[in-house]
């Protein structure tokens, strides 16, 4: 009973590194949802995906990337790590469109130093 | 952007009273509406879910959402100190293809 596994769980970065952030989920869900939350805020959605080679931009997509090859992945690139983007990233996937709830991964607790 | 507003707290409670937490959406044509529990250095689990007008009952929890206020409410009854946490209001978007989050409000129960 995986559901959502993301890998790493926390990570440190050098300004200017890049990395990927790794999501898979078992749950053959076709939406998959990268979230970032900083301290005391709510999540704010990075890129989203509506089904295999299909990906949209969320609220706060800049100096991110993502793709989504198969069902069960969907990693998240960062390219040129900067400060502002320490955070928790969560990634999250859910069965359908609307009526239907997202289930979230353990997260990764990212610092860019 | 559309938005969801919450009251970040802390809301105080002590153990046994009713704890209420409020939540205003901005996007009139929202459908579906959630309440996620996040304890703190976890994850947002899913607690309520909401899609017509009136009240929702599920144990202690009872959501009640008001589509024409534009309104979305989770009572806890019988609060415990096991509900101390982070609670995120969130609704679909316009093309219901993704969450919207609120800022959260932390509880706090006391023994």
């Known amino acids: 009973n995986a559901g959502v596994t993301q890998t790493p769980k926390f990570r440190i970065l050098k300004i200017g590194q890049s990395m990927t952030l790794q999501c898979a989920q078992d749950m053959n869900h076709n939406y998959m949802y990268w979230y970032r939350q900083d301290p005391g805020m709510g999540l704010k959605l990075i890129y989203y995906s509506v089904g295999a080679g299909i990906t949209d931009k969320g609220e706060v997509p800049n100096g991110y990337n993502v793709s989504r090859s198969t069902t069960e992945d969907f990693p998240l690139r960062l390219e040129l790590a900067a400060p502002s983007q320490t955070s928790v990233y969560f990634c999250a996937s859910s069965p359908k469109q609307g009526h239907t709830e997202a289930f979230f991964g353990q997260g990764t607790r990212l610092t860019v130093v | 952007q559309k938005e969801v507003e919450q009251n970040s707290g802390p809301l105080s409670v002590p153990e046994g009273a009713i704890a209420s937490l409020n939540c205003t959406y901005s996007?009139?044509?929202?459908?579906?509406f959630f309440w996620y529990r996040q304890y703190s250095g976890k994850s947002p689990e899913l607690i309520m879910s909401?899609?017509?007008?009136g009240d929702k009952e599920d144990g202690r929890f009872t959501a009640q959402l008001n589509k024409a206020s534009q309104y979305v409410s989770l009572l806890i009854r019988d609060s415990q100190p096991s509900d101390s946490a982070t609670y995120l209001c969130a609704v679909n978007n316009q093309a219901g293809t993704a969450l919207i989050f609120g800022k959260g409000t932390t509880l706090s129960v006391s023994s």
């Open positions: 996007d009139r044509v929202s459908q579906s």
């Open positions: 909401i899609y017509s007008n």
